[in-house]
């Protein structure tokens, strides 16, 4: 098949995160299995216009946040990119509606989860509305009868509210590289780790929270902080604020093996986000036998962690209730190691193959469907 990727940003974007790591290796392993494949997406500062991934994938790249959207038709409609047999457009809160300018091509849907909270922390209350119509009302009318795929079953629920066919929508698993850091003994002290996107809707905010209100109790706890974002500076003015700027280390983007190594030495993976499709970050935590505490509110995560076993789910949404279930295990260092060993178990049963393999399902079946 020849397969245009549609997607907003790319793992070199700066504000990139677990969507893009989707997608990096959904794009990776479809070349790998064959297929012809195309990207495109953002420009940004120090990108390349045109690259070939080492998977054989090509990338191409122009606009900015909003100006990814018509640059993409625009790309496509000049012939600048393979004449394909199906279009992927992954719709992160804003869609590309390709079915208006790509008549031909068949076409799927990938969006991790609805973006509900996200347009009202991030944007003013006129953009935010035009934002979540275009989410909640266009793009659904736009897409309708056309295949969704998302990444938990919480996410196809909240779809289906917005009027997306169930029959229409299938779940397919993000998956998790199985292959540890092997690292030493955890940290001595109590060491939390939150990775992600440095934005709003994570409220790294509560995870400091943690820290100010347990250190007393556990002197040398402390916090790292792994990714970066436009939202970075407000939160090491929070540090500061909270006076735990000497316990929360900010690492900034990190490569693979840093990242592996930083989760097995942190005693718990902390994740009081407001929303994720899945939580990539759950099952690299749980791959390195940490476990993560999150939010029962928090969409896929309630299916990313078992309960009680590989994890936490907090039931109140609250950063007094957050702090309350970081104590409670550290209060507990044994049934932090068996939820370790529950949380490795359960996220072995999660690959990339078997994400890839589904999705080359889904678009083949598309492609048949359209002739």
């Avoid at 479809?30 to 080492?54: D, Q």
């Avoid at 038709?73 to 992954?90: N, S």
């Avoid at 509305?129 to 629920?157: D, F, H, M, Q």
């Avoid at 790294?204 to 929270?209: H, L, N, R």
Wanted: aromatic share 8%.
């Amino acid at each position: 098949m020849r397969v245009l990727v549609l997607a907003w940003r790319d793992t070199g974007h700066p504000d990139g995160g677990g969507s893009e790591l989707f997608i990096e290796e959904l794009i990776d392993g479809l070349a790998a299995a064959g297929h012809e494949v195309t990207l495109c997406t953002a420009h940004y500062p120090g990108s390349a216009p045109r690259e070939i991934r080492a998977s054989g994938v090509e990338v191409l790249r122009a606009g900015g946040r909003l100006g990814v959207y018509p640059r993409a038709a625009l790309t496509y409609l000049r012939g600048r990119t393979h004449r394909p047999d199906v279009i992927l457009e992954v719709q992160n809160g804003m869609p590309f509606l390709s079915r208006l300018w790509a008549r031909r091509p068949a076409k799927v849907i990938l969006s991790h989860h609805v973006h509900r909270a996200q347009w009202v922390m991030i944007f003013d209350p006129a953009r935010a509305r035009i934002g979540w119509w275009i989410e909640s009302w266009l793009a659904p009318r736009v897409n309708r009868g056309l295949p969704y795929a998302t990444i938990s079953r919480a996410s196809k629920a909240e779809h289906v509210e917005l009027g997306i066919r169930a029959r229409d929508m299938t779940v397919i698993y993000a998956g998790t590289d199985h292959l540890s850091a092997s690292a030493g003994p955890r940290d001595a002290s109590p060491t939390l780790i939150s990775l992600g996107r440095l934005v709003p809707h994570k409220r790294v905010e509560w995870a400091m929270d943690a820290v100010a209100t347990l250190r007393p109790d556990h002197p040398g706890l402390r916090l790292i902080v792994v990714g970066d974002g436009w939202w970075s500076e407000r939160l090491r003015e929070y540090a500061h604020q909270r006076g735990v700027s000497d316990a929360v280390e900010f690492t900034g983007f990190v490569d693979d093996d840093t990242k592996k190594q930083l989760l097995a030495r942190s005693w718990l993976a902390v994740m009081p986000s407001v929303k994720e499709g899945w939580g990539l970050v759950v099952c690299e935590a749980g791959i390195e036998g940490t476990p993560t505490v999150a939010f029962a509110t928090g969409g896929g995560v309630t299916e990313s962690i078992e309960d009680g076993v590989s994890g936490v789910l907090v039931t109140e949404e609250s950063s007094e209730a957050f702090t309350a279930a970081v104590a409670a295990l550290l209060a507990d260092p044994a049934g932090l190691s068996r939820m370790g060993a529950a949380a490795a178990v359960h996220a072995s049963r999660f690959s990339w193959a078997t994400t890839v393999r589904e999705f080359e399902t889904l678009l083949a079946a598309a492609v048949r469907s359209r002739r």
